[in-house]
């Protein structure tokens, strides 16, 4: 009867091991599977032993000669400790990075190039040295062209901020001279309007209105030049000055042995300037050379 009841517990577990076997798998697998739980699942899984069975231990259990069977339990424990232990082994060798077999690789090609760069000849050297000094020197005259536009742009934008300054002076400074050059011929009547009173009646007593007008077209001129001076316009009279052809306009020349050579002798009409800008240049009458 023992051994009957022995051997049908051995097929009913020879029947389990499939089933066993993937429950080990899964236990081992999963990350939060512990020992109690696939203990505990082992155990469950385990069959119960039957009445027949249970007989069958406490009749062998009297012979002292016979030891007591192995638990379920125990056999599950054992085989999942032994397929861990021959399924762990693979994984870790494949978890190593891949930098092992990459090592040699790189150490290989490394060495290659040293060799390669070892194995250099002088004349290559030579040719290299040559090929960087032309490189160098090619560098270093576009440099130095570089260099030249630079200073050339400087110096143009320099010159252009100079003209420009000089272009607002004279445009503030010049700005009434096209006014200033209609306003001559005005001065220039006032002016003929006063010769032409007579000196003896300009302070007469007998012809006060006529020297009333003369006083005031006198004083009209007086105020036009004055005003003209506050801008920049003055009147010149050249009489006995050195002939300048920038100031002057020779109209004629006359004789006169007492004075020197080129000097004006006569002012036929003033002439203006407005700032050092010839407005109108004086009418005048040089002194001419004596006949030999």
């Known amino acids: 009867l023992g051994c009957a009841a022995n051997l049908s ?3 009913a577990s020879i029947a389990m091991l499939p089933l066993l076997l993937r429950s080990a798998r899964f236990m081992r697998n999963a990350p939060a599977a512990s020992f109690l739980a696939r203990k505990s699942l082992a155990h469950s899984l385990s ?34 400790t032994s397929s861990k232990s021959s399924d762990g082994a693979p994984s870790e060798a494949s978890s190593k990075p891949n930098t092992e077999a990459e090592q040699p690789a790189a150490a290989e090609s490394e060495a290659g190039e040293t060799a390669g760069e070892s194995t250099a000849t002088p004349a290559d050297l030579e040719k290299q040295l040559a090929v960087m000094e032309e490189e160098m020197r090619m560098l270093k005259e576009d440099n130095q062209e570089k260099h030249d536009q630079l200073l050339r742009a400087l110096a143009d934008a320099e010159n252009a901020r100079r003209r420009a300054v000089v272009d607002v002076e004279n445009a503030n400074k010049f700005a009434v001279s096209k006014f200033a050059k209609d306003l001559l011929d005005v001065a220039d009547n006032l ?24 006083t005031g077209v006198e004083l009209t001129e007086h105020v036009l030049l004055k005003t003209f001076e506050k801008y920049g316009l003055k009147k010149i009279t050249p009489l006995g000055e050195k002939f300048d052809p920038n100031f002057h306009n020779a109209m004629f020349e ?9 000097t004006v002798a006569i002012v036929v009409s003033a002439g203006f ?20």
Request: proline residues 11%.
């Open 9 to 11: 517990a051995a097929r």
């Open 47 to 80: 069959p119960r032993p039957s009445s027949l069975h249970t007989l069958a231990i406490a009749n062998s259990s009297k012979q002292s000669c016979q030891r007591p069977p192995i638990s379920m339990a125990m056999k599950m424990q054992q085989l999942c």
């Open 191 to 214: 002016g003929r309007a006063a010769e032409s009173v007579p000196e003896a009646m300009r302070s007469s007593e007998e012809h006060k209105e006529l020297s009333a007008l003369y």
């Open 254 to 262: 006359v004789p006169d042995p007492e004075k020197e050579v080129g």
């Open 273 to 292: 300037i407005h700032h050092d800008r010839c407005l109108r240049p004086a009418g005048v009458g040089v002194v001419s050379k004596p006949p030999e």
